[in-house]
């Protein structure tokens, strides 16, 4: 597979992932994540390190950003895939993004692998800053 089919299968992923955030739908966020990804927050006293599990029950206890007719501000700041080798495919890498949502600031770390075929999330790291009033 060529690099640029690579790119876009993480697109694919990543659309799945930005779309489940901003509709608070755990359902099309598993679409993102491999079954046994990590949901980690690094912001001191508010240190999380979720299964899947625990951060979808999180996610569909919100009130949809959409909901609340937030505009959807995500974006993609990088995208690196695993170097291969001749005749290799890559199985690994990582996004870095941006959104805004429910009055915060977010910066993810994502590290994705291709497993079955597809991209997957399989660690999430986070931070925020609250939004300027």
């Known amino acids: 597979m060529t690099l640029s089919a690579e790119i876009k299968g993480i697109q694919e992923t990543l659309t799945h992932y930005f779309d489940g955030l901003y509709q608070a739908d755990s359902q099309v966020l598993a679409k993102a994540f491999h079954p046994q990804g990590k949901y980690t927050c690094t912001i001191p006293g508010n240190y999380l390190n979720y299964d899947l599990e625990e951060y979808f029950a999180v996610v569909d206890q919100r009130t949809p950003p959409a909901e609340n007719g937030d505009p959807r501000n995500d ?20 996004v870095k993004a941006k959104m805004t949502m429910m009055g915060k600031d977010y910066l993810d770390f994502l590290t994705l692998i291709k497993q079955d075929g597809r991209w997957q999330i399989i660690a999430k790291v986070f931070s925020y800053q609250g939004l300027e009033k």
């Open 75 to 94: 974006r993609v700041l990088a995208i690196e895939v695993e170097p291969t080798e001749k005749n290799g495919s890559p199985n690994m890498a990582f």
